[in-house]
């Protein structure tokens, strides 16, 4: 969410005369996009900004901007730690930093944002589709500072696709903190499934993603157009953030492990190639040995291709913080993560390790650590090798090729390139 806020911003910086740098230090105007949902995020932009005010002194034509999480709607502490700072912004408050770059030099930021797309995107990008959250868990501070539910509408969103695929876009990510909530504010009203129908008649766009997900608004009808639509890949990050019913309930998730579980065996019986990945907090308030047991089990009997572990960070202004004690030790929290790792390491090593042999669509995204690599519709990372001892020419970005999974890890794929002319249409998902 916070990268496609940043391309955004840098659109509209662009269009109004601005040239992008990376040299923070000699920056005219250096924006910092902050993220909250851990204590250590927030932490990393606190020591950021301390730095930036150092550099800043003695320079009075400089501008600092801050947006993002951290900024929420009572802003006088902030203003109070960080005087320095000239503007302060909510997530999607583009215009106070553009209009107060445009004042300092004398530029008009009039129209800039309409449209706003990056003018050079990646192969696969995202898109927000709705902003806020609603479900407001008890240990998380985002419906706090971004808000209630808010969702885009669906002419504004297939509009801003078009513009993406024509600058080279192949893979589209619709996003937002609860993603399956999407258009329950929209009347008439409309669901993420008729999005992802509208968005799927997009000539060029060849694979569609969402993320993040709820297990409560994850619908029949969702699951449908999954398996349904040629172009929706079928994979589904879930999150279930606990295995035991009396942390699932502290938490206020709204439901039980068994109906989490009835869900995901309802999604692998109506898709039975999907790809799962899922969220997992560990060391929440009171978790005992035979709780954190219980979220080991879900992990060993679904089998996620990816878990993405956090440990329970403590979050001033949610109703964890007022009501309950963060009583897991620090050092148990990470002894936990290493569990979940260690156990996913297995899983992602084991399962990947039968694709060797397999023939699988991989759209090319560029290089990676000096290597040209992709991603399937399951979203393994896939690195293409043999290419010069073959005589075989580079593929470029952007392109769809198909290859065979010659060997694995636990992280990534390796793949000999067979083909460079392949056929848009739904495939076996590794």
């Known amino acids: ?51 930036l005010g150092k550099r800043t002194k003695g320079n009075d034509n400089r501008m600092i901007a801050v ?4 900024v929420g709607p009572e802003q006088s502490e902030l ?31 009039e129209g800039c944002l309409s449209g706003a797309v990056p003018e050079n995107p990646n192969v696969a990008s ?45 893979d589209i990510t619709l996003l937002g903190q609860n993603v399956d909530s999407y258009g329950h504010d929209i009347r008439p009203r409309i669901d993420l499934a008729d999005l992802m129908e509208q968005v799927s008649e997009i000539s060029g766009l060849e694979r569609i993603r969402f993320q993040t997900s709820h297990p409560n608004d994850m619908s029949l009808r969702i699951i449908e157009a999954i398996r349904d639509l040629p172009k929706v890949c079928e ?12 942390i699932l309930a502290n938490m206020r998730r709204g439901y039980t492990r068994g109906q989490y579980m009835d869900k995901i065996a309802q999604i692998k019986q109506m898709i039975p190639n999907i790809t799962l990945t899922t969220d997992l907090i560990v060391g929440f308030s009171g978790e005992t040995d035979a709780q954190f047991e219980r979220s080991m089990g879900v992990l060993r009997e679904v089998e996620f291709a990816k878990v993405h572990t956090s440990e329970y960070s403590y979050r001033e202004g949610t109703f964890a913080s007022r009501k309950m004690t963060d009583d897991v030790s620090r050092e148990v929290k990470k002894a936990r993560k290493v569990t979940v790792d260690e156990l996913q390491k297995v899983i992602q090593g084991k399962n990947n390790a039968t694709l060797i042999g397999s023939n699988v669509d991989v759209i090319v995204e560029g290089h990676k650590r000096g290597r040209l690599h992709g991603r399937s519709r399951g979203d393994k990372l896939i690195y293409l090798n043999g290419l010069v001892e073959h005589g075989m020419e580079e593929p ?25 002319n392949v056929k848009k249409e739904k495939v076996l998902v590794v």
């Open 67 to 70: 947006m993002g999480c951290m």
């Open 79 to 109: 203003k109070r730690r960080f005087p320095y700072v000239s503007v302060w912004a909510r997530p999607q408050e583009f215009e106070p930093i553009l209009e107060t770059a445009g004042m300092r030099h004398g530029l008009d930021p």
């Open 1 to 51: 969410m916070n990268t496609s806020d940043s391309e955004r911003l840098s659109s509209g910086f662009t269009n109004m005369g601005f040239d992008s740098t990376d040299d923070m230090a000699n920056a005219d105007v250096v924006v910092l996009n902050t993220c909250v949902v851990r204590q250590s995020a927030e932490d990393t932009a606190t020591g950021v900004l301390g730095r």
């Open 235 to 246: 994979m589904i990050n879930l999150p279930f953030q606990a295995g035991d019913d009396t």
């Open 396 to 420: 470029s970005p952007g392109q769809t090729v198909q290859v065979e999974i010659t060997d694995t890890s636990p992280w990534s794929l390796e793949a000999e390139l067979i083909a460079t």
């Open 126 to 170: 995202f898109i927000p589709i709705v902003h806020g959250c609603d479900k407001f868990c008890t240990f998380c501070i985002i419906p706090y500072r971004r808000g209630r539910e808010n969702s885009r509408s669906a002419l504004e969103i297939v509009h801003q696709a078009e513009i993406m695929v024509e600058r080279g876009v192949k």
